[in-house]
């Protein structure tokens, strides 16, 4: 897989905590301003944005300018995909503890 389709992968973009904690962020208001991300992490500004890029290539994010300030706001959609395959596990999961309890109680 090369570079650019890595980056719109959303497993991948979700993989780095750093922004799994700025799709948190975003989660919890409707558009934040890059200056008001940035103090959550311990990082520069630059490197925030880069994560936020990725993020945005993931189609997880999209952003608006006002004046010199851009906005950003998270698009939960493509978080679909990845709740749709983890679907698939927890059933999986759900069926062995039930076996697990069956075999138990014998």
Not at 37 to 47: K, N, S, V
Request: glycine share 2%; net charge neutral.
């Amino acid at each position: 897989m090369n570079t650019i389709n890595q980056e719109r992968d959303v497993y991948i973009a979700i993989a780095d905590p750093t922004r799994r904690k700025l799709i948190r962020l975003l989660a919890e208001s409707d558009e934040v301003p890059l200056y008001e991300l940035t103090p959550h992490f311990e990082m520069g500004r630059t490197a925030v944005s880069k994560h936020l890029a990725i993020l945005k290539a993931a189609d997880l994010v999209t952003n608006r300018k006002i004046g010199r300030e851009t906005r950003y706001k998270l698009n939960p959609a493509p978080l679909q995909e990845v709740k749709d395959w983890l679907a698939y596990y927890e059933q999986f999961w759900n069926e062995r503890a039930a076996l697990l309890k069956n075999l138990l109680e014998e």
